[in-house]
């Protein structure tokens, strides 16, 4: 260090304190205006790229020049997740309480990487998702931890599956054994492509990853996932896992957990069940039933970052059998040994990521605001929201159709006047959503069920109204007139 080195430290605290109430101000008005901006972006690819400097300034820049330039550069590129007409992919939102949250997290950075290193992160996550397993109706045992997203909260269930499968591949690795059988895991021809990522990832080969047949519903089938269990027994393979889906991503189908669970047992499989989407319909008592099966699975991912108001992201992993993903994941380094070990949770030991930053503030904060009930009336009138849709789609005469059950807030569905080929419906679809996404009060995407080009209106964030709901469909059918 030269001699004349000096300490700059942080930017002076009121400079910060000014831009931040600024920036409080901002975030409230977007929130409370989205409407009038266009859902999706509307930039041209490369766009915003070409409006930044190519390299960082030399000297520092003041607070309020980059609050502009996000607003003036920045914000143009961005598509509104938080605008109520945001109705693609699965619709999201990042509630108050939970942007509060997030802010406060930032600002006091904690890393929960073990129990010492800020207690209370380590134990507002196990105290927070005890709460969600309660809200969603499940019983004792399931030990939760957050993760980022889904795909990852898949991969660690997989991970412990095949642990649980008592090949030591944690140790000897799964290449260049004698006695090592092909491992298979199981899902519907519907799940997400995480399920293929995850077993991708884990050396298991995407080969091995077996999508069983679904029936008309899109649900799988458990006579054809019995027989394709027993055709790969047959043939020498080792079955470790079966992933049956609560809310698949195209349709939202509801694959029969409790027959899954049943037939995975009696072959020694893991039953991971991926409700990323749907999990937290139930927190609705009346709509319970769809997790029916989920209490006696090894592990399940649900999704706070989707349908339940907390901003991206926040995943959340549950499984009754902690003491597998330990015995996949956990090393103890020298530098990480600390007194209270034994007697605390170290998160750290039940995935691959060491830091861990304080998600479940933001969860915590956005169940108490809105509490149980709250938060079930917010996905109940999302799902009447959907079978309104559904019901003006349905009795609406001009060829018009639904193209899949509505089970939660997902409609699925298009325009297919009779006479028209496959190929020209998938033309007029792709036509239509291009020009109401082009007009920037609704946003939605598509989907191909079984061949059928869809349209999917999916209704998830805490601001949609009905209104919003009747734009687009009024939208949608002027689309439908004009092409
Ligand atoms: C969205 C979704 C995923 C993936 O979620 P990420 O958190 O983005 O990884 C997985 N499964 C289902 C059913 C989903 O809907």
Not at 216 to 242: C, H, K, T, W, Y
Not at 291 to 319: E, I, Q, R
Request: hydrophobic content about 45%; glycine content about 8%.
């Amino acid at each position: 260090m030269s001699s004349d080195s000096t300490f700059l430290g942080d930017l002076p605290p009121d400079d910060f304190r000014a831009a931040a109430h600024a920036a409080v101000d901002w975030i409230a008005d977007y929130l409370e205006h989205a409407t009038q901006l266009p859902v999706k972006s509307r930039v041209q690819p490369g766009a915003i790229r070409a409006a930044l400097p190519t390299s960082a300034p030399t000297k520092g820049e003041p607070l309020e020049a980059m609050l502009r330039d996000f607003r003036d550069t920045i914000m143009p590129g961005i598509t509104h997740w938080n605008h109520p007409g945001f109705f693609a992919y699965f619709a999201n939102s990042a509630s108050y309480p939970g942007i509060l949250g997030e802010l406060l997290a930032a600002g006091i950075n904690a890393n929960g990487m073990l129990w010492v290193t800020s207690p209370a992160v380590t134990e507002l996550e196990q105290v927070s998702l005890d709460w969600l397993r309660q809200l969603m109706g499940l019983g004792d045992g399931w030990f939760g931890q957050i993760t980022d997203t889904a795909s990852v909260s898949t991969f660690y269930a997989l991970a412990a599956a095949r642990e649980q499968a008592g090949l030591d591949v944690r140790m000897q690795g799964m290449a260049g054994r004698a006695d090592m059988p092909r491992l298979r895991v199981y899902c519907s021809e519907h799940a997400h492509s995480s399920i293929d990522k995850a077993v991708i990832a884990l050396g298991l080969g995407h080969e091995n990853l077996v999508k069983v047949p679904a029936d008309e519903n899109f649900r799988m089938r458990p006579d054809a996932l019995e027989s394709a269990i027993q055709a790969d027994i047959a043939a020498g393979f080792r079955p470790i896992a079966v992933v049956p889906c609560v809310g698949t991503t195209s349709m939202t189908s509801v694959d029969p957990v409790r027959a899954v669970v049943r037939i995975a047992r009696a072959h020694g499989c893991w039953v991971h069940v991926d409700a990323a989407y749907g999990g937290v319909t139930a927190i609705v008592p009346e709509m319970r039933h769809l997790m029916d099966g989920t209490d006696d699975a090894d592990s399940f991912v649900v999704n706070p970052h989707k349908w339940l108001f907390t901003p991206m992201d926040c995943s959340v992993m549950y499984t009754k059998h902690p003491e597998a993903l330990k015995r996949a994941f956990a090393l103890l380094p020298e530098y990480l040994i600390t007194s209270t070990q034994d007697e605390t949770v170290n998160l750290m030991d039940y995935g691959i990521q060491l830091g861990r930053r304080f998600r479940s503030l933001k969860l915590w904060m956005v169940m108490r605001a809105y509490g149980a009930e709250g938060i079930a009336e917010r996905i109940r009138f999302h799902c009447d929201l959907a079978r309104d849709f559904a019901g003006m789609v349905h009795f609406e005469s001009g060829g018009w159709e639904l193209t899949a059950p509505v089970t939660m807030s997902l409609v699925c569905f298009r325009y297919a006047p009779s006479g028209l080929s496959e190929a020209d419906i998938a033309r007029a679809n792709a036509a239509i959503m291009e020009r109401v996404n082009a007009d920037g009060r609704a946003y939605l995407s598509h989907t191909k069920l079984n061949g059928k080009y869809t349209l999917r209106l999916a209704i998830g964030n805490i601001r949609t109204d009905r209104s919003h709901v009747e734009t687009a469909w009024a939208e949608l059918r002027s689309a439908a007139a004009a092409i």
